[in-house]
């Protein structure tokens, strides 16, 4: 090989371009995350009110079944009771406090499921195509045909009520546009070459929607369900409150606005504070994966 | 124009001379034959999604590439020479027609399975960024076609470290790094090195230094060049750009709408072309000197679209010898009889196909060579 | 040179400077580029991905995001301060004094209306006709550009028609107000060597019949050798070397262009290897200091990375960036590698 000029080493040498920090793309988006102050606030926000839900039992003043027909309905700072007491004369504090693990259990455990689930059709269906993808996508259109909040509602009607159900309507109500969101995302790194050089290694479907497609499409589909979250705990208050979903006397945050709305024109306060824990829940959780998508689309 | 000092025998255009282990049909034995490959991709349209006409990308395409050799193919965009690679690879599975890997039927029985085949054979691609997986460091890239063949992580491993310095890249410094982090140059060298992981016989380069820019191309050919000898490789080189095809083929196949018009040996190709095509095309090259600029275009008009094709020659349209035989019937590639034919597809060079050109020896020395010079410009 | 000194140039680019600031790295896309074309002069800007050569058109015509770009220095278009024209001045000089064709014709025609309807319009906007006067003004451009059976063609849309004839459709709505300046980005990279030929033929016989002044850019030196009367090599953002055609092609004096040359591939190198340049070009993030081509080249010395190398103008007018040459003497003679 002697004639040949450019030797490998020579190449090395010639190769030295000038330092760049190794950074994979998930490093690259936890950097763009540092900076991102709004994103951070709403994300510290969304750990905290988890964390006051598994810490609940230590948090809680009282016992939130704890009734008292002399103490109903009080206002905000009466007596030991920070927030007020409901209808039954309980603390709200704590009926919140607890009611936040149920809430959020309803909002997350279905879109988790669903990711798993849809996500997996999505993949399957965008990289696999042709016929299995239009049998997929066309029962998931069907979904579509309805608003998800009837479709919850008929799913829990016919199943009944209680939390299983209400979980597993809601994870019905989210597969559809998970997989759709899975299937986009896929069939778009589907037709990159790095996919078709692995298919020219002899790779199998399954390695390669494993190794080549999983990390590609991970951050779309997480952004989505991320957002998803918020419409979860809000469509699982909706159920709760229709009395489909948590029934009583378990502490939810829909099913407590359902009970207090009774006393609207008593303590018109006290009644607001599921819907305000509600609102600001889901907020949280909408800004936080609004900035994951922000930060996510790096153009690598 | 200064070039290096160091020569080295020129390529023999049949069997190399070295041996090689994994020879299974004999050195004599074309590394790969095509036999009659072809591919339309069906368009669909209106409200019931229709079947309402076919892109013969691929049109009945038959070559053969012997061992150790480079076959350069050339043609315009649209011609189906990536659906021909693809088609090689067996990542698009070809409507008919058959190929032939060192003796054996692929894709058949008896013959060669394709997850076989695609050990013996790689392919570059040309898009140095969208065939690098982004979310991976690019030594995994490398290494994953070796685990997929059952190599331990650690093998794979030392194999990709191995093939980037082989390549020219410091495995220390660019193994762990993402191919965003690297230049063009350096991402097509990590993908040729990913071609050579698995060992193949043949390469297939798809434009791999199109997307270059000048200085890079050129240090990319010497080492594809040094590749092909340390390795004992055979290249399918396709590309637009026939200066590039001229310095790395010792046969040249033009494609044009599907076809093939014209296969030979670089020197009769580019010295004494016969199709009106390849004419054209060898006279649409820029000429790099001021003083002596081409006046007028060779060709006028643009390639038709593949998916209704002219009839009989694909190239009447635009090809000034036209005459009406050419409208009604296919010309046929002549006979292939050796590695040093040089034939082409053209009714000019058939004795007695009613072309008022093809004289009886089948070579239209007076006609068609004549204006081939003018046409030819500065060649 | 004594009487171009009298009257204006058409372009003057002085000391232009093009930064793209972002919250992680500033990136110096155009370094103290200094640029005189003059009233019916081919330049072509000759340079690789990267080198700053887009970008100087995109300021030329303001086009870059002002949010994130900064530019200084002066450019001067047939007297006109580009950098301080505003609103109305501004799309005045956008499509009237000068127009632009790109590589890529599909992303510059509006793909919802025909060919025609956008001449015509642009035609409206510009000269204050009639729609109908816009439309013959259409018919006559396509022709002006060879547009085969051109009354069919006016009603066609952008993606009916070929590669080929979608660049012309493009070269005929940039000369629709009859430009000075013409601004071409790679006009022909994108397109089949048959074709593009065809359209470099087209380019120069309407610059010589309307006598407009073109800044045709480029990477490829072939091109450049068709079309240009002059020249100017770019590198890292860089102007390292301008002079005619035929005496920066024919006789490079910068290290870049001498490597740019002997590393374009030639069917006679079959067999050897080609000189490449070694190396790939600097982040222009973090330039290298000095010459920025010193790291790839071969007559590198200590003296090329401590301060960055003048222009050295020789008396022909030529222009090279590189401490090796003297404006007096034959320098690439000198030339040796360290």
């Not at chain 1, 920090?21 to 994300?43: A, P």
């Not at chain 2, 007695?352 to 060579?369: D, I, L, V, W, Y």
């Not at chain 3, 919802?112 to 015509?120: C, K, L």
Request: charged share 20%.
């Amino acid at each position: 090989m002697a004639n040949i000029t450019m030797s490998p080493a020579d190449a090395a040498a010639v190769q030295g371009a000038p330092s760049v920090r190794v950074r994979s793309y998930w490093q690259n988006v936890g950097y763009r995350l540092r900076y991102d102050y709004l994103t951070l606030f709403f994300g510290a926000m969304v750990i905290l009110i988890i964390l006051s839900a598994i810490f609940a039992p230590l948090l809680a003043p009282m016992d939130p079944y704890q009734s008292s027909l002399i103490n109903r309905l009080k206002p905000i700072g009466y007596k030991d009771f920070l927030l007020g007491t409901d209808e039954l004369g309980r603390d709200i504090l704590s009926r919140m406090l607890y009611g936040g693990r149920i809430s959020l259990t309803m909002g997350i455990v279905p879109v988790l499921i669903a990711t798993i689930v849809g996500g997996s059709l999505g993949i399957v269906a965008g990289f696999v195509g042709g016929r299995t993808n239009m049998i997929i996508m066309r029962t998931v259109d069907v979904f579509y045909a309805f608003p998800s909040i009837l479709l919850a509602v008929a799913i829990s009607g016919a199943m009944g009520g209680g939390i299983v159900n209400g979980m597993l309507s809601l994870t019905l109500v989210f597969i559809p546009p998970l997989c759709r969101v899975a299937e986009t995302a896929t069939s778009q790194v589907r037709n990159l070459d790095f996919v078709e050089a692995a298919r020219a290694t002899g790779a199998r479907t399954l390695s390669i929607i494993r190794v080549h497609i999983l990390g590609n499409v991970l951050g779309p589909i997480l952004v989505y369900s991320s957002s998803m979250v918020s419409v979860s705990i809000l469509l699982a208050s909706g159920l709760s409150f229709l009395g489909l979903g948590v029934t009583p006397p378990e502490p939810d945050w829909g099913l407590m606005l359902n009970t207090l709305r009774q006393a609207i024109y008593i303590n018109p306060v006290v009644c607001a504070i599921p819907g305000v824990a509600i609102l600001i829940t889901s907020i949280c959780f909408n800004l936080v994966s609004d900035g994951l998508r922000s930060a996510m689309d790096v153009r690598l | 124009m200064t070039v290096t000092e160091n020569t080295r025998p020129s390529q023999t255009l049949n069997a190399v001379d070295r041996k090689d282990a994994r020879d299974r049909g004999g050195d004599r034995q074309p590394m790969l034959i095509a036999r009659e490959l072809k591919k339309h991709f069906p368009i669909t349209g209106g409200v019931l999604n229709r079947t309402i006409g076919h892109v013969r990308a691929v049109d009945g395409v038959s070559f053969t590439v012997m061992k150790g050799e480079t076959l350069g193919v050339v043609g315009e965009s649209g011609c189906g020479k990536s659906t021909l690679a693809r088609l090689l690879m067996h990542l698009i599975v070809p409507d008919s027609g058959d190929l032939i890997f060192d003796g054996d039927a692929v894709g058949e029985n008896d013959g060669l399975s394709v997850r076989d085949m695609r050990r013996l054979m790689q392919m570059v691609f040309q898009d140095s960024y969208s065939s690098l997986n982004p979310r991976m460091p690019v030594e995994d890239s490398i290494s994953y076609g070796k685990k997929v063949h059952g190599a331990s992580e650690q093998e794979a491993k030392e194999a990709a470290r191995e093939l980037l310095t082989k390549v020219g890249l410091d495995p220390n410094l660019f193994g762990p790094r993402y191919p965003h982090e690297l230049s063009g140059g350096q991402k097509q060298r990590v993908n040729i090195a990913r071609a050579l992981v698995l060992e193949p016989r043949v390469v297939i380069l798809d434009e791999a230094v199109s997307a270059l820019d000048k200085s890079v191309e050129a240090q990319v050919l010497n080492l594809l060049r040094y590749l092909k000898q340390h390795f004992n490789l055979t290249y399918v080189f396709i590309s637009h750009d026939l200066n590039v095809v001229q310095y790395v083929s010792d046969r040249v196949l033009v494609m044009y709408l599907g076809e093939v018009v014209e296969i030979g040996p670089v020197d009769e190709i580019y010295a004494r072309p016969k199709h009106p095509y390849t004419q054209a095309l060898l006279a649409s090259r820029l000429s790099m000197d001021p003083d002596d600029r081409i006046e007028e275009p060779p060709l006028v008009g643009d390639p038709p679209n593949p998916i209704n094709p002219p009839s009989g020659c694909r190239f009447r349209t635009r090809c000034k010898f036209a005459e009406k035989i050419c409208e009604i019937e296919r010309p046929v590639l002549g006979e292939w009889l050796s590695s040093e034919a040089h034939v082409t597809a053209c009714h000019m060079f058939v004795p007695r196909s009613g072309h008022s050109m093809a004289n009886e020896a089948g070579k239209p020395e007076a006609a068609a060579t004549v204006p081939a010079a003018a046409m030819a410009g500065e060649d | 040179m004594s009487d171009t000194a009298k009257k204006t140039p058409l372009v003057r680019l002085e000391d232009l400077n093009v930064k793209f600031v972002t919250r992680e790295s500033t990136v110096n896309a155009v370094n103290d580029v200094n640029l005189t074309l003059e009233a019916g002069e081919v330049l072509c800007i000759i340079g690789e991905s990267g080198s700053g050569k887009s970008v100087s058109m995109r300021a030329l015509m303001r086009l870059l995001p002002e949010r994130r770009t900064r530019i200084s220095g002066t450019i001067e278009v047939d007297g006109k301060d580009v950098l301080s024209l505003k609103g109305a001045e501004l799309s005045d000089l956008r499509g009237g004094l000068v127009s632009m064709i790109f590589q890529e014709p599909m992303t510059a025609l509006d793909p919802v209306f025909s060919v025609g309807h956008q001449i015509a319009e642009t035609v409206r906007r510009h000269e204050g006709c009639s729609y109908d006067k816009g439309m013959e003004r259409a018919l006559e451009l396509l022709e002006l550009v060879k547009v085969p059976s051109a009354e069919r063609r006016l009603k066609a849309f952008p993606h009916e028609l070929s590669g080929g004839l979608r660049q012309r459709a493009m070269i005929a709505m940039a000369l629709s107000c009859r430009p000075k300046l013409l601004l071409a980005d790679e006009p022909t990279t994108a397109l089949d060597a048959t074709v593009q030929i065809q359209v470099l033929i087209l380019l120069r016989k309407i610059q010589a019949e309307m006598g407009m002044g073109v800044i045709f850019v480029t990477h490829d030196l072939g091109v450049a050798a068709e079309i240009a009367d002059r020249v100017a090599v770019m590198y890292a953002g860089r102007i390292v070397e301008t002079g005619t055609v035929q005496e920066v092609l024919g006789n490079p004096k910068h290290p870049y262009t001498q490597g740019m040359l002997s590393s374009t591939v030639h069917g006679n190198m079959r067999g050897k290897d080609i000189e490449a340049i070694p190396g790939s070009p600097p982040d222009l993030r973090a330039m290298p200091p000095g010459c920025s081509f010193a790291p790839r080249c071969k007559y590198a010395e200590p003296a090329c990375t401590a301060a960055l190398p003048p222009e050295v103008v020789f008396e022909d007018g030529r222009m090279a960036r590189c401490i090796k040459l003297t404006p007096s003497a034959a320098p690439e003679k000198e030339l040796v590698p360290a």
